[in-house]
């Protein structure tokens, strides 16, 4: 299995522009998972699927923030209008819902706001 | 309010020699805690996972330790390899709910030649 995957790896983009971020998860993986890292807060959990449907998206800061999961191989999340704030490394991690709900990362979309 | 912290919050060391990472959690109920491990760049890859009645797992040069009674984990890194430079996130899972997953800041690790 190929993993997380997540595209882009950079994105650099100017304040007011739209960012889509994008994810597939480990196939047969039942929840998916959006993170958000950065150095001050380490890894905050923004969003989580349960088989495409949206469970909890408390940690969504603000209405910017909207994630989609169409499918059960593809999700997105999007940021609109973006702000230098938003700067950040996203990360989309993807879990079976048996035994211990191991996590599986991809490597991170590092999103720069200018 | 669930917790983690990690200590310390970074750590130098010589290649070969051996060190400790601290976790101390309030995470209730307990489920089980996590190890990652994440290279610069990259994203955070389990070490490993352990369960309320496991005390000591290990994986390579990697053991963790777990007291569930003081709520505190250790890592303990043997013989350092650069290779082990990253950092070290300590994540602990809340029973009952799906998610439920309290992260710690991490201990980034640099071993020097």
């Known amino acids: 299995d190929a993993g997380v995957i997540q595209s882009p790896r950079h994105e650099v983009t100017e304040m007011g522009q739209e960012v889509t971020l994008r994810c597939k998860p480990i196939?047969?993986?039942?929840?998916l998972f959006w993170y958000r890292q950065t150095m001050m807060r380490g890894l905050e959990l923004l969003i989580y699927f349960n088989n495409n449907v949206p469970i909890d998206d408390s940690g969504m800061p603000e209405d910017r923030f909207s994630a989609k999961m169409p499918n059960a191989s593809f999700s997105t999340l999007k940021i609109q209008p973006s702000e230098p704030r938003d700067s950040a490394v996203y990360f989309c991690?993807?879990?079976?819902?048996?035994?211990?709900?191991?996590?599986?990362f991809g490597e991170g979309s590092r999103l720069t706001v200018l | 309010k669930n917790q983690v912290e990690q200590s310390p919050q970074s750590l130098i060391i010589l290649e070969g020699k051996n060190c400790t990472l601290q976790c101390n959690y309030t995470v209730s109920p307990f489920s089980n805690l996590r190890w990652y491990k994440q290279d610069t760049g990259r994203g955070p890859v389990s070490l490993t996972i352990?369960?309320?009645?496991?005390n000591t797992k290990s994986n390579g040069r990697y053991t963790a330790t777990l007291d569930a009674d003081t709520k505190q984990s250790s890592l303990h890194i043997t013989a350092s390899q650069l290779s082990d430079s990253a950092s070290y996130i300590c994540v602990v899972r809340a029973g009952g709910g799906a998610d439920g997953l309290t992260f710690g800041k991490g201990t980034h690790l640099i071993i020097q030649p």
């Open positions: 352990m369960t309320f009645s496991e």
């Open positions: 991690a993807s879990s079976p819902i048996q035994g211990p709900r191991e996590l599986f």
């Open positions: 196939s047969g993986h039942d929840y």
